[in-house]
C-alpha cells in the first residue's frame, strides 16, 4: 500500500427533504449572500428552487440567479457567472443541479478569487490559491463532485476538456436527497451508472499499488450499481434503490477507493473527453463507448485484476468473460457500446484521435497512449 | 435507506516516516506547546519517542510528558492529565499509543474544557462543548479511534465502562504508520482483529435498516481482515497486510458503515463492556468470546442477514454454519472464544450480569437484553 494523506472535509447531508436544510447549512458559515446556479429552468417547475429559496430567505440569505448551465459545461459559462459573482459581491456559490453545476460552481468559486482568466486554473498556468465557500443540493448521482473537489470543464473555443482540483474546492455542505432524482431520465440515469463504474475502474485497472482492501471497495460499489440501476429501470421511484445508487457514486470519486493506491491513471476518461469535446455526447455515454474497448486493448497488461473482476462482479471466470459481461450490461440497460450509437464514424476518428492525444500529456499517460495505441482502442468502439 | 448526516473532518497521514510529519501538522494548526501521552515505556525504547518529539523541536513546540495510560484506560488517569494540562496550559493533546491512549487523550481534551468532572461527560450529567484540538500517532490499529470521535473508558470506583463522543473529539490529524505496528504482540494482534470484526458486525445483523451496499463494505473490511490477520502471524512484517489491515481497521469505525442504517445497537460491546470493567480481560478478547454466544441466541431475528453473512465472509450456506466458522477462525489464530479462556467461570456469572444490565440502561437496549437474555448468551459462551 503506497503512502497517502486523506482528508475530506465535505459534510452530506443525505435523505428525504434534506434540501430544505440548505440555508440553515450557509447560515452555520455565516454566509449572508450567494450565488444560486442552475442549469435548466425545471428546477423552477417541479418545486426544487422554491424549496431551496424559501430555506434561504428563513435564514436570511439573500441570492443571485444563475441559470443556463448545460452539460459538458463550458468555460464561458463559467466566465459569465464570474462575472455576476463579482458584480454582487456574492460570499459563496449554492449549485443547485448535477455534476455539471457543481463543476461550474467550482470553477466559478475559484475563478472570483483568481486575478487572471479561470482557465489558467485548468490549464495549470496558474494555482487555486483561494475559493469561495462552495455548497450544493445534488439533482443528478454520477460524478461524485458533491464529495470531492475536482470540476471537470470544457473550453468550447479550444476544444480541450480539462478539470482542476484543490483543497478549496471541496464543498463544505452537498445535500444529497435521492428522492429529488426520481426525475431523472431513463438515459441519464444509465448513462450515470456508466460514469460511477468508469470511476471505480480506472484505478482499479491501472494502478500498479492496488490492494486487495481497495479492489473489494471497488467491487462493493460496482455490483451495488448494477443491482440498483437494474431495479430503478424497473421502478424509478424505488427510493432504496436510488438511494444506494447515489451513496455508492459519492463513494466512488471521494478519495476513498484511490487512497493506498498508487501509479494509476483515467485512460477512459481521457479517451471520452475527445468525445465530450468534440461531439458533446453525453459523458456517461461516452464512458460505456469506451469502457469495453479500451478493456479489450488493456487487459493482458494486467491479467490478474482483470480475472478477478470477472469472478468478483459477475461471478466468471475469465478476463475475457468479465469484459464481455460488462459490455452486455451495457447494452441491456440502454447505454451505447458503440461509437456508431453516438453518430462518430471511422471518418470522425483522425480528429477525435488528435484531441485524444493532447489529452494524453494533460492526463500524463503521453507515453503509452501513442497514436497506435489510441486508434486501436477507438476502432475496437466503432 | 435512513437520513444521516456524514462529516469526517479527521486527516489520515497514512505510511512509512509519517510520524516525521507531526511537528507539521501541529504547526499547521498553530499550536506552540502539547500535552503528549502515552502508555509505556516502549515507545522510548524503540526510537518512536525521540522521533515524535525531534519532529515536534523542529517547529519549536514544546511539549509536556504524560506517560502510564493502560488498556482499559480509568476516569483516574484522565483526571490526572488535565490537572497536569491546566498546569501546563498546554493547547492541545498529541496521543501516541492504541486505541487506550487516543480515547484517553480524547477525554482529556474535553475534560480541560469542561468546569466539572470529567466522568460527567460520560454518565451524560454533562455535554461536550468544546475540547482541545487532538492528534494522534497511532501505534495499534483496533479501535478505529484515530478517525472518530468517541472514546471509551472504565470509573474503576464505579465499575462503569462508558462512552463520550462530540463534534470537538475527532482528531485534527491522525497518523497511521504501519510499520509501528510490526512489533505488536501476535495476543494483540489477534485481539485487534476480533475488535474489528465486531465494529463491523454491531450494525450489520442489528439495524433494522442495512442498506445492501452498507453490508458490502462490512463483508469488503471482514473478509480484508480475516485475510491480513492470517498473512501477518505468518509473516508480522508484511507491510502490505499491515497496512490494508490498519486501513480496513480505521474504516470499521469512522461512520462510512453506519451510513444510512438505522435502528442498529452494540449488544457485544454491551456485555463485553462488563467483562473488561470487572475482570480487566483485553477489548478484543472479551468480544472475541462474546460474539459467537450472542450470534447463536440472535440470529434468528435477522435469518437472512446471518444468511448473507455466511455466504458472502466464508463462502458457507447457513446461518448457523457462517456463526460456527467465525467461532472457528478466532479459535484458530488463537482469540479466546470461552469464558473459561479469561479466568470466568460460572461462579462470575450474577456480578457479570448485573453489570451488564447497568449497561444495558446507557446503550438503551434494556427492553431486549433481559437478564433471562443476557444469561443465556453468557450460558453460551461458558
Given at each position: 500500500m503506497d503512502n497517502f494523506v486523506f482528508h475530506n472535509p465535505t459534510t452530506i447531508d443525505f435523505?428525504?427533504?434534506?434540501?430544505?436544510q440548505v440555508g440553515q447549512h450557509l447560515a452555520d458559515h455565516g454566509i449572508k449572500k450567494v450565488l444560486l446556479t442552475y442549469g435548466s429552468e425545471r428546477i423552477k417547475r417541479d418545486g426544487l428552487f422554491d424549496a431551496v429559496t424559501k430555506s434561504l430567505a428563513a435564514q436570511g440569505i439573500a441570492w443571485v440567479e444563475f441559470g443556463g448551465i448545460v452539460s459538458n459545461p463550458v468555460i464561458s459559462t463559467v466566465r459569465e457567472a464570474i462575472a455576476v459573482a463579482r458584480t454582487h459581491q456574492v460570499e459563496a456559490v449554492l449549485a443547485v443541479g448535477g455534476g455539471s453545476v457543481l463543476d461550474s460552481s467550482k470553477a466559478i468559486a475559484a475563478g472570483v478569487l483568481h486575478d487572471g482568466d479561470v482557465w489558467e486554473l485548468f490549464t495549470r498556468a496558474a494555482t487555486i490559491k483561494a475559493a469561495l465557500p462552495i455548497f450544493s443540493v445534488l439533482t443528478?448521482?454520477?460524478?461524485?463532485?458533491?464529495?470531492?473537489s475536482g470540476a471537470v470543464v470544457t473550453n468550447e473555443e479550444t476544444r480541450e476538456k480539462f478539470a482542476i482540483g484543490s483543497p478549496h474546492t471541496f464543498p463544505k455542505v452537498s445535500i444529497v436527497n435521492p428522492a429529488l432524482m426520481q426525475t431523472v431520465s431513463r438515459d441519464y440515469l444509465v448513462y450515470s451508472a456508466s460514469d460511477i463504474i468508469a470511476h471505480s475502474i480506472e484505478g482499479y485497472f491501472t494502478a500498479k499499488v492496488q490492494p486487495r482492501f481497495q479492489s473489494r471497495l471497488v467491487e462493493a460499489i460496482i455490483k451495488t450499481v448494477i443491482e440498483t440501476t437494474e431495479t430503478l429501470l424497473a421502478d424509478p421511484t424505488n427510493y432504496g434503490a436510488r438511494a444506494e445508487f447515489a451513496w455508492a457514486s459519492t463513494q466512488a470519486l471521494n478519495g476513498l477507493i484511490y487512497s493506498?493506491?498508487?501509479?494509476?491513471?483515467?485512460p477512459n476518461h481521457m479517451i471520452e473527453h475527445a468525445l465530450s469535446a468534440l461531439f458533446n455526447v453525453p459523458h456517461g455515454a461516452g464512458l460505456s463507448v469506451i469502457m469495453p474497448a479500451w478493456m479489450k486493448w488493456y487487459h493482458g497488461r494486467n491479467p490478474e485484476q482483470f480475472k478477478r473482476f470477472a469472478e468478483e462482479v459477475f461471478g466468471l471466470d475469465t478476463a475475457e468473460q468479465g469484459i464481455a459481461a460488462l459490455e452486455q450490461w451495457f447494452d441491456k440497460i440502454g447505454t451505447p457500446t458503440r461509437l456508431s450509437q453516438l453518430g462518430?464514424?471511422?471518418?470522425d476518428l483522425p480528429a477525435t484521435i488528435d484531441n485524444v492525444l493532447g489529452n494524453a500529456k494533460w492526463f500524463g499517460i503521453a507515453e503509452i497512449y501513442t497514436r497506435d495505441v489510441v486508434t486501436t482502442i477507438l476502432k475496437n468502439a466503432l
Open positions: 435523505g428525504t427533504g434534506k434540501e430544505q443528478l448521482a454520477a460524478t461524485g463532485s458533491e464529495m470531492n493506498g493506491t498508487a501509479g494509476f491513471s483515467y462518430i464514424t471511422e471518418a
